[in-house]
């Protein structure tokens, strides 16, 4: 079983519709979790953590945890085309990647139609 | 404030030349990590440093990697001799080690094309 799994897409949403991105992962001790969005020929950059069950909300992101079933998703909500990018699902596993190296997903492509 | 520096941007060698990658990280931050990026396997560890000390370097494909820090603000990563399926995009990242997520911040990145 791969470590972080992503749907490599590409999702098409609408512009203005919430984009829903998804991961699970196979470490029930993994602790942290990240999304990073990287655009085409750029960098990964950071845009949520998360390590608690539950929900966090940050301007239009939202990250979602939910340990007992080893998921973590990102939702975008007003959805604009400027958020068309690959999106990558990073988690710190406990059993991997060194104590503090992070295992990505990888990624899926988000489409922003106008 | 500065983020990751990374040198060059961009390399074109011809195979079984020396490579060397260059990272500035974060000022304050004291942990390093180098990765690797392809369309293949995606992005992949390959060595982290905290304190300027190698942690893991698990993730080095081969003897022909190697990786320093000689102190907080600097490291490289050296290939010798390179190979065609060594051309990758090289990121660098840094983060504080202290911090409740440890969040890892990335440089821009070195586009490596062995020929």
């Known amino acids: 079983q791969k470590e972080v799994e992503q749907n490599s897409g590409p999702l098409s949403v609408p512009e203005g519709a919430i984009a829903s991105l998804n991961c699970t992962y196979s470490?029930?001790?993994?602790?942290?979790f990240f999304w990073y969005r990287q655009y085409s020929g750029k960098s990964p950059e950071l845009i949520m953590s998360?390590?608690?069950?539950g929900d966090k909300e940050d301007g239009r992101f939202t990250a979602q945890l939910n340990k007992a079933s080893q998921y973590v998703s990102l939702l975008i909500r007003d959805s604009q085309p400027s958020d068309s990018a690959t999106y990558l699902c990073a988690v710190k596993l406990y059993s991997g990647g060194g104590a503090d190296g992070l295992t990505f997903g990888k990624g899926t492509h988000l489409i922003i139609q106008p | 404030d500065a983020g990751v520096i990374q040198s060059p941007r961009h390399e074109v060698t011809e195979m079984g030349q020396e490579v060397t990658l260059r990272c500035k990280p974060i000022s304050g931050h004291n942990s390093l990590f180098w990765y690797r990026q392809t369309m293949m396997r995606g992005l992949e560890l390959l060595i982290y440093f905290n304190n300027n000390v190698p942690i893991d370097d698990s993730g080095m494909p081969e003897d022909r990697f190697s990786a320093k820090m000689p102190n907080a603000s600097f490291s490289t990563l050296k290939i010798q001799p390179s190979e065609p399926r060594d051309s990758a995009v090289y990121f660098c990242?840094?983060?504080?080690?202290?911090?409740?997520?440890?969040?890892?911040?990335f440089g821009p990145g070195t586009r490596l094309t062995v020929l």
């Open positions: 998360i390590y608690s069950n």
């Open positions: 990242a840094s983060s504080l080690r202290q911090s409740s997520y440890n969040e890892q911040f």
């Open positions: 470490d029930r001790v993994s602790q942290s």
